[in-house]
């Protein structure tokens, strides 16, 4: 019984080792395969929308996602965040200015109405 077993896996680390070698049946080991990219990047021609985010999807390699899709992506993303942050400011900034300047005119008319 025992040497039944021993031949049976003797038997099986054969045929897989066969099947990842090739077998002899082809010219080598299994040809390189291109490797996967980003099929349809971030658009470059406007900015992004909520809609660019919920479809991208990066493709899997070995271990995960292709880091430098991922890298290109989230510098993306931050380089538009940092400048609609800075945009929002801006317009923050003028619109309390705004308001500053309707309140202080606001206040110098009744000053002028009540003169005869």
Same mark, same amino acid.
């Given at each position: =019984?025992?040497?039944? #077993? ?6 099986? *680390? /054969?045929? +897989?080792?066969?099947?990842? +070698?090739?077998?002899?049946?082809? @010219?080598?080991?299994?040809?390189? /395969? ?7 990047? #971030? ?17 899997? %390699? ?7 899709? *991922?890298? @290109? ?7 538009? #965040? ?6 929002? %400011? @801006?317009?923050?900034?003028? #619109?309390?200015?705004? !308001? %500053?300047?309707? =309140? ?7 000053? !002028?109405? @009540?003169?005869?």
């Amino acid at each position: =019984m025992f040497l039944f #077993l021993v031949i049976a896996l003797a038997v099986v *680390v /054969a045929a +897989v080792t066969l099947a990842v +070698v090739g077998g002899g049946e082809s @010219d080598g080991p299994l040809p390189e /395969a291109a490797p996967e990219r980003l099929h349809d990047p #971030l658009p470059l021609d406007r900015p992004l929308n909520r809609a660019d985010i919920e479809t991208l999807r990066f493709p899997l %390699a070995a271990r995960g996602y292709r880091m430098s899709d *991922v890298d @290109d992506a989230l510098g993306r993303l931050g380089a538009e #965040l940092a400048e609609r942050d800075a945009r929002i %400011a @801006d317009l923050e900034s003028a #619109l309390a200015g705004a !308001q %500053a300047a309707a =309140m202080h005119v606001s206040m110098e008319k009744p000053a !002028q109405e @009540d003169r005869p």
